[in-house]
């Protein structure tokens, strides 16, 4: 941590892709110029009734943009795809299954838009947009499902982590219901598992048929481009490296590296999380000059997964990104919680999600004192352990040390952690975790006796804990199995590689290159994944020239998808003459 504090951060927070040259004036801001943008092409249409689909992912503040289209448009016949929907009540029925009466965790949605909507309500809207004449505006989630044939379609998007916000603000609902009051962890399971499938199936669906995307992602600041640019923006990310946008969030055992490495607001308390490669959470922003044009970065998933993860990866695991890098500050922070990931059969059964959540630790930093819980001691009481949890519950003690193994821990350092091992990072570390996607699906065992940020105590989930917990990993099995199993691969002029996981339960392979001069990487029929572990930049180039040169600092985690296929990175601008890492993640059985 010290060798980077002396220095100013370099970390950019706001990394974009340029949308191709020829597109740089399609992109609108402002409700004034998006209005007659699309003013101008229904003025071009020459029909007596005109069809204008305003389609909404969940999580639009439809005060603001419902508002500004019957503004806009004030002799049109409007239509919110809500005066369509099934009545609360049957909604929640019909649902309730996927929602589950859980606190955390539902099922996996198998509904699509459909599922929303009362029929004959439906062919009763359809049959008055039939009789109108004039402009017709069908508005809302579920809009284009209402009226499918359009003249224009815009698509208004949302990315992920702005409805989590939204969510916490209380400004939004979850579709067809009026829960903005409801607490946030429960809208954000119902987003999660229900809302967000839905409309991630409809998007998919949508998106080759956009006129016009919206990013009202900032209140009171929209902006609206072109789906042709949009489209090509897409496309133009899947040719070269490219990073998707960090978000930054406080937690109960947060710590203080972040602040300064990444260069975020000191006057927040602490950094637990960033989230710097989860393309379902995260956004991509698209630069139209020096207008940064916000999506979710999933839709580059849905648009070209074939050439983004490989056809290997694309046949395994559908249009879904199965590698996930985070940060965990505990520096100057507190321990995470003792927890325990699904198997996979279990995560299947019982959340509907083909592949579970094995993971690892990549220490880019560490204290003295760092530490990680990780397996379970030798000859483990395994009823005792439970039932020691259990009680916790109500006495607020567990001697976590008499059931788990802990292990001091340094700079650069690699613990592997299929599902079934108990494990958390103690405090002063900071972890580069390097996991399989489904994100959501932690059981905690035990918190420490704290609150969550909001004042409540944190879900715990012994029963589900209980049931994947694998208590063969004892120290024996922790010092052969997941702890630094780093093992030489190669090396050349000025570069050296190495194997440091993940485990062979885990999907993920992971390499560090330490190197002085440029060295060789190749795809190898998987997306690769990757962070700058040491040294101060760095640069990837292409040896065919079929990208720009594209400049990555200490600690960001970066994207090379598969259809690049050959790249080479090495040392820049101030590290130049000095030895820097990455740590690579690939999809391992197709190297």
Known sequence: MKSYLHKKSNYNKYPSVNVPDIYISSCYLGWANIVNVLNQRLNAIDKPRKILVVECYQGILHDEVKKQFCLAFPDAFFIDSSEGMLSEQELNVKLQADITDDELFGYMTRFSIDCYFDEQKVCDLRNKIDRKQGLVIVYGTGAAYIQPETDLLVYADMARWEIQMRFRRN???????????????????????????????????????????????????????????????????????????????????????MKEVCDLDRSIANYAWCFDCVPEENSLFLSFGNIKFEIPSINLVFAHPRELLGDPVHARFGDEFPIRFDFLDTMQGGNLSLQVHPLTEYIQEKFGMHYTQDESYYLLDAGEDAVVYLGLKENVDSKGMIKALEDAQISGKFDAEKFVGRYPVKKHDHVLIPGGTVHCSGANGMVLEISATPYIFTFKLWDWGRLGLDGRPRPINIEHGKNVIQWNRTESWVRKEVLNQVAFVAEGDGWREEHTGLHECEFIETRRHWFTKPVLHHTSGSVNVLNLVEGREVVVESPSGSFEPFVVHYAETFIIPEAVRDYTIRPFGESEGTECATIKAFVKHHV
């Not at 219901?177 to 119902?190: F, P």
């Not at 489209?231 to 203080?256: S, T, Y």
């Open 171 to 257: 400004e939004i609902s979850n579709v067809g219901v009026e829960n903005r009051t409801e607490r946030s962890a429960l809208q954000y399971k119902r987003g999660f598992f229900v809302d967000w499938r839905i409309c991630d199936r409809f998007k998919k669906r949508l998106m080759p048929y956009w006129d016009y995307v919206l990013d009202t992602n900032k209140a009171g600041e929209p902006k609206m481009a072109t789906g042709d640019a949009v489209r090509a923006g897409l496309e133009q990310a899947i040719k070269q490296p490219f990073r998707v946008v960090p978000f930054f969030d406080p937690g109960p055992w947060g710590g203080q590296w």
